[in-house]
């Protein structure tokens, strides 16, 4: 934001902190976290557990 407010883009915009942003950006991060486990909950499932646990 410092940055921003030294040039001309920062005279033009304005940062507003509201409740919707805060619960807009946890619901976004929430989403994007649970896609990014799919892949790896799907290949830990595949393994048999007696041979996940030899691995170790």
Known sequence: M???SSSSLGKELSFQITWLNL???????L???MISAIAPA???MRIEPINAINRT
């Open 2 to 4: 410092l940055l921003l």
């Open 23 to 29: 619960f807009f950006a946890m619901g976004v991060s």
């Open 31 to 33: 989403l994007f976290g």
């Open 42 to 44: 799907l290949n830990a």
